[in-house]
């Protein structure tokens, strides 16, 4: 199943950021990481969330929570966050499970687990 890893981001010096997006991207693939989602936010539509101008929200997919699990903690990944880290941006990070979304439907006649 993927996993995800999501970052909102209130960046503060652009700049700096930039040499972070940069770093941290060189190290996904080696935990077969890609970038699902990037942005800035635009508009809160429900609920609270104080968005400024240049808050955004990166999504990182991995294959499985073990991988996403692995890059976060990576001596590569951890050299770019220190990068990311406040002053240059306030973060909020979260792990989520994925779901197979090739696999929604269930078998009209699931098979029995195996023993």
Partial sequence: MPAYIA???DIRDQAAFTSYARAAASTYALYGGSVALRGPIVDTIEGNLEAEPDTRLVVVQFPSLLKARAWWHSPQ?????KLRRTP????????????????????????????
Avoid: C, K
């Fill in 7 to 9: 970052f909102l981001i």
């Fill in 77 to 81: 990944y951890q050299a770019a966050a």
């Fill in 88 to 115: 240059v941006s306030d973060s909020r990070v979260f792990l989520v499970d994925g779901i197979d979304l090739g696999n929604q439907q269930s078998p009209q006649h699931p098979e029995p687990p195996l023993p």
